[in-house]
């Protein structure tokens, strides 16, 4: 197996406006914040975010959106960044809420090449609104369609340089789901190991997924 190690400059070559783009991590915790400095640096715009959430000033994707490089965020919380919702009621920016299991299924549904799925989160809500409601054993419920996206950038504690990925902890989050759930996928590992290093038993996302490794800064 080759190494799939790039330089951020191979990475940046990637990035154009108008992408979608898929990033792990809860509160900041799991995004790879280095991938995340060189799309900032990059000046790529138009861009639109899927995520858990928009993190908190200065973490994350936070600088993007104060930046104003993001079109649309597709998240489930948006309270600990002023930010984001001040661009929101503003007009500046499109903000997609989702309840949290449902925006995690509709990225796995993504994954799997589901064309959907029915879930009874947000019956007669305003999450309802613009969706198909079924009926089934007398139970309703909304049809919720799967999400993918262009790129989708993760944060590993190890990878080998062939792109076996661990993630640890709290910071594995949405890291495996949206790896499988984009066109291409980027990681930023802390630890990069020879191909062997890495005990099998402990590869959450497979190197098959994986287009190319940045190393980062542990964390």
């Given amino acids: 197996m ?4 790039i330089t951020l400059d191979a990475f940046s070559s990637q990035l154009r406006d108008g992408m979608s783009i898929m990033f792990g991590g809860f509160m900041g915790n ?4 280095t991938l995340m400095q060189a799309l900032l640096d990059s000046g790529v715009k138009e861009l639109t975010l899927i995520g858990n959430d928009t993190a908190v000033p200065g973490l994350g994707v936070a600088p993007l959106i104060a930046a104003k490089r993001v079109r649309k965020v597709i998240a489930s919380h948006i ?4 930010e984001t919702g001040r661009q929101m009621m503003a007009g500046e920016m499109e903000v997609e809420l989702i309840p949290q299991g449902t925006l995690a299924e509709r990225i796995r549904a ?8 029915l879930t009874p989160t ?3 809500t305003v999450v309802e609104e613009g969706k198909q409601r079924m009926t089934i054993n007398g139970r309703d419920y909304l049809l919720e369609l799967p999400l993918r996206a262009d790129l989708a950038l993760v944060h590993a504690k190890r990878g080998d340089v062939a792109g076996n990925l661990y993630y640890r902890r709290s910071a594995r989050n949405f890291n495996p789901l949206i790896a499988l759930a984009a066109d291409r996928v980027f990681a930023e590992v802390e630890e990069l190991l020879n191909i062997g290093d ?3 038993d402990l590869v959450m996302t497979p190197a098959m997924l994986i287009e190319g490794i940045v190393k980062g800064e542990s964390q």
């Fill in 2 to 5: 080759k190494s799939k190690v």
């Fill in 30 to 33: 799991g995004t790879p914040p």
């Fill in 79 to 82: 309270g600990l960044n002023p």
């Fill in 110 to 117: 993504g994954g799997a090449g589901l064309g959907g799925f």
């Fill in 122 to 124: 947000g019956v007669g």
């Fill in 198 to 200: 890495l005990d099998p």
